[in-house]
């Protein structure tokens, strides 16, 4: 069965840091590839996603995430991030009719 | 448009009761699905449907039923509520029926507690 791991459940960082969150996933097949974002009291957003094309996508708020196929990972970048970043973070990978999500990050930006 | 809407927000129900979630789309997706989100498991998909007419099970469908008679509605059935069933229950939309490979639109959620 297929599956998204999430390295970190809980990343806390200071403002200005720098962040990588990890995804991994177990398909070998193509895939579409999402990171979504749940910020405090809200429902879930798209943040980025990769269908085909150039591996280095850019989404909302200043992330980006790189696919790289030979090592079945999707992890999100943001070079420096702010307080307001404070949220869980999601991966997913498609699976005929189906998303696969990860178990999520949370993570918390100290002020 | 509004989106994606679900009522109730918030929930509470004795064991065995029986209660519907409601989840309406008026985006005219043909994909429809419902999770529910439990700490340290992210996501997991209890049923969705690619179209009026068509559902079918995901991940965990025991103790839920759906139904699409139309394409703006996807309500959850909770048919005996239990415990386990304490959870965040998302109902999400997208175009295609191909829609589990595309951007989902994601509701407000609903907070369920089972006592």
């Known amino acids: 069965a297929q599956s998204v791991s999430q390295h970190n459940h809980h990343v806390i960082l200071s403002e200005a840091a720098s962040l990588e969150l990890g995804c991994n996933y177990s398909?070998?097949?193509?895939?579409?590839l999402f990171w979504y974002v749940q910020y405090p009291g809200q429902h879930l957003q798209l943040l980025l996603k990769y269908f085909s094309g150039d591996p280095l996508v850019k989404g909302i708020k200043g992330f980006e995430a790189e696919f790289i196929k030979s090592k079945f990972s999707f992890n999100l970048r943001k070079p420096s991030v702010q307080w307001s970043d404070t949220a869980e973070y999601f991966c997913?990978?498609?699976?005929?009719?189906?998303?696969?999500w990860g178990a999520g990050t949370k993570l918390i930006i100290k002020p | 448009n509004a989106g994606v809407t679900q009522t109730p927000k918030f929930q509470v129900l004795k064991t065995g009761q029986s209660m519907t979630l409601q989840c309406a789309q008026d985006m005219n997706h043909e994909y429809m699905s419902w999770y529910r989100q439990d700490p340290g498991m992210g996501l997991r998909l209890i049923h969705y449907?690619?179209?009026?007419?068509?559902?079918d099970q995901g991940e965990v469908p025991n103790g839920y039923n759906v139904s699409r008679s139309t394409t703006e509605d996807f309500p959850l059935r909770l048919l005996s509520a239990a415990p386990s069933q304490t959870s965040v229950y998302f109902c999400?939309?997208?175009?295609?029926?191909?829609?589990?490979?595309?951007?989902?639109?994601f509701g407000p959620g609903t907070r369920l507690t089972v006592t």
């Open positions: 997913a990978v498609n699976s005929n009719y189906q998303l696969i």
């Open positions: 449907s690619v179209g009026a007419g068509i559902t």
């Open positions: 398909y070998g097949g193509t895939v579409n």
């Open positions: 999400a939309s997208s175009l295609n029926r191909g829609g589990g490979s595309k951007e989902q639109y």
